[in-house]
């Protein structure tokens, strides 16, 4: 008996242990490139009903070695024809050349395996070395072998996926020689494993897919979970969540701390991974949250509660040192909180020693009522640095030998400005803490409490140039606000409320009501209701003859984002009343919508996401 013959004989005699296959070799056959095929039911009842389909399959015998080859020599030619005639199921048995005993190998060589194995050698090589694996014996796993053949038969190796063909997938079918677990992430590689994966679209076409696949579950991929997290003081509002392994989870919290959970029995095992972040905020909400995990052993999930029964550290944490500087940051915590500045804008990494040095003696005059002394010091205002930011405060002389430091942003502080007039040393009058900070020091300094700018206001609305004063504090706003920052939205919501606060004292004028519809402009909500009463000012300035009316008619026309109609009424402007007008936040309109989108400027105009949407 020749080898192909007895191979042939052992391939018949294993498939024909599958209740859903039937082998059809034969032994010197004449059919080119094949030695038969295996016929696929749908149940073990075979019938033209239960008829799948079938494969194409080449039986081969060797023997000679006593260590088998795990690869089968094919020509190219051949291989470019199986993997035209719907792919091949390339069965091989290697005899022991002592004992004769039978080793059965395979090689599930659909259309796109064979494109990739010819892919991977020279345009001029003749044959190539096909890898064989070794055929199990189970029926159950010769079916999964025969099945990936036959969901590869429809495989176009001329064909590529098209990637928007995913945007109609309703479902996928992935066949595999080996059993995958898919409830862990699974890597498929063309030449590695035998695999074919089709996907049904919604017009119910039934498409193979090419390629190289990461079949990871939706508990693999990072996520995020909107729900609280709490451990000793700190509250995280929202996390990321990725499973890495069976028993472990992995929870970023933020940029600087995360933590890997790992399931024990009877407990959890928590990892965590930290570094100090710069910012004074995230720095102190990460030290709450790690020294009250290590007080409590407990980690709160919204409404659950989480024991942990170790707490490891990916790098070693000294409990000791983060308590004291915890420590620390909760003293400088009740000095910002005590001055209204918003910690999260604090980076500790700019802090030089005459900065935390300063918020010490700041801490203990407004915290510890500690009086500060200073022999050779004078009365005034300071700007106390803070990195790049500043607190402005005001010394006045407290008892003897000692100084008093007042925050003049404080609504509860006592009113003590006033403005001068320089040649008329007797005009003199009230006005706020606002009003007497420097432009270029506006932007840095911190405890401004702008929620509050409406009350400081207020305070002195008896005055008679109050309004016109508010006005410019508004405007300077505004500035700051257009030239951005971490600190924008800030300066913007304060124009917002003080204009209104004008609105409410003096009227709701022409000039205040443009003020209203730039600022909500700038934010990007400018309604239609509102842009009817735009167009309403705008006719009506175009009927009047007042010396300000085209100024009006030109704000309206930049509010109403009209280029044309605004570069013609801006070229009426006498050049003062242009220039003026340039001075006012209004102009950043004329600049966003005309100079930036001229055929003059280089490229595209550079938009305000915000003003566009207006």
Same mark, same amino acid.
């Given at each position: 008996m020749s080898t192909e013959t007895r191979a042939v004989g052992d391939m018949m005699s294993l498939f024909s242990r599958c209740l859903l296959l039937d082998p059809v070799f034969a032994t010197h056959d004449k059919v080119l490139l094949t030695d038969g095929h295996i016929e696929i039911y749908s149940s073990g009842e075979w019938s033209k009903e239960t008829w799948r389909g079938r494969v194409n399959a080449q039986v081969k015998g060797r023997k000679g070695k006593k260590k088998p080859t795990l690869s089968f020599s094919l020509e190219r030619i051949v291989l470019e024809a199986h993997m035209g005639n719907n792919g091949l199921l390339l069965l091989c048995v290697d005899y022991h050349p002592s004992n004769g005993k039978g080793r059965p190998l395979y090689a599930a060589l659909t259309p796109f395996t064979i494109r990739r194995v010819l892919e991977g050698i020279p345009a001029g090589q003749k044959s190539v070395a096909v890898r064989l694996t070794k055929l199990p014996r189970d029926p159950a796993d010769l079916e999964r072998i025969v099945e990936v053949v036959h969901r590869g038969s429809r495989q176009n190796p001329f064909a590529r996926t098209d990637p928007s063909l995913f945007e109609t997938v309703t479902s996928m079918v992935v066949a595999t020689v080996e059993h995958v677990d898919f409830t862990v992430p699974t890597h498929l590689r063309i030449g590695e494993s035998a695999f074919a994966i089709e996907v049904t679209t919604k017009d119910g076409s039934q498409v193979p897919l090419d390629g190289d696949f990461d079949i990871v579950p939706g508990d693999y991929v990072e996520r995020t979970v909107e729900l609280q997290v709490v451990a000793g003081r700190a509250v995280f509002e929202s996390f990321t969540v990725q499973r890495t392994a069976p028993d472990q989870t992995l929870i970023k919290l933020d940029d600087s701390l995360s933590m890997v959970l790992r399931e024990d029995p009877g407990r959890q095992v928590a990892t965590f991974n930290f570094t100090y972040p710069s910012n004074f905020a995230a720095r102190k909400r990460a030290l709450e949250f790690i020294v009250g995990i290590a007080d409590s052993g407990q980690i709160s999930f919204g409404d659950r509660a989480v024991s942990i029964g170790r707490r490891d550290s990916a790098t070693p944490?000294?409990?000791?040192?983060?308590?004291?500087?915890?420590?620390?940051?909760?003293?400088?915590?009740?000095?910002?909180?005590?001055?209204?500045?918003?910690? #999260?804008?604090?980076?500790?990494?700019?802090?030089?020693?005459?900065?935390?040095?300063?918020?010490?003696?700041?801490?203990?005059?407004?915290?510890?009522?500690?009086?500060?002394?200073?022999?050779?010091?004078?009365?005034?205002?300071?700007?106390?640095?803070?990195?790049?930011?500043?607190?402005?405060?005001?010394?006045?002389?407290?008892?003897?030998?000692?100084?008093?430091?007042?925050?003049?942003?404080?609504?509860?502080?006592?009113?003590?400005?006033?403005?001068?007039?320089?040649?008329?040393?007797?005009?003199?009058?009230?006005?706020?803490?606002?009003?007497?900070?420097?432009?270029?020091?506006?932007?840095?300094?911190?405890?401004?409490?702008?929620?509050?700018?409406?009350?400081?206001?207020?305070?002195?609305?008896?005055?008679?140039?109050?309004? #016109?004063?508010?006005n410019q504090c508004m405007r300077d706003l505004l500035d700051r606000f257009d030239a951005g920052g971490p600190r924008r939205d800030e300066f913007l919501r304060g124009a917002d409320r003080l204009n209104e606060w004008i609105i409410r004292h003096d009227g709701a004028g022409d000039a205040h009501m443009i003020n209203r519809w730039q600022i909500a402009w700038r934010r990007g909500d400018l309604a239609s209701a509102e842009r009817s009463k735009i167009r309403a000012m705008k006719r009506t300035s175009a009927q009047s003859d007042d010396e300000m009316s085209v100024q009006r008619e030109l704000a309206c026309a930049l509010l109403l984002e009209e280029r044309e109609e605004a570069q013609f009424l801006s070229s009426q402007l006498p050049d003062d009343a242009r220039a003026m007008m340039q001075e006012w936040p209004i102009w950043k309109l004329y600049r966003q919508l005309v100079d930036q989108a001229s055929p003059d400027a280089d490229g595209e105009p550079e938009r305000d996401e915000k003003a566009v949407t207006a």
């Open positions: 944490l000294d409990l000791d040192d983060m308590r004291q500087h915890l420590a620390y940051l909760r003293r400088m915590q009740e000095l910002f909180d005590r001055l209204a500045i918003n910690c #999260a804008l604090i980076d500790m990494d700019t802090l030089t020693d005459q900065h935390i040095q300063s918020l010490n003696v700041l801490h203990s005059v407004f915290i510890n009522g500690v009086a500060a002394g200073n022999p050779d010091g004078t009365p005034g205002r300071v700007l106390v640095n803070i990195g790049p930011w500043a607190v402005m405060l005001v010394v006045a002389q407290g008892e003897e030998g000692a100084w008093q430091y007042i925050d003049p942003f404080n609504p509860d502080s006592p009113r003590m400005f006033r403005w001068v007039a320089q040649d008329e040393r007797e005009v003199t009058i009230p006005v706020t803490a606002y009003d007497v900070v420097e432009a270029e020091h506006l932007p840095r300094v911190l405890n401004l409490r702008l929620e509050a700018i409406d009350s400081a206001y207020e305070s002195i609305a008896d005055a008679e140039r109050t309004t #016109a004063v508010a």
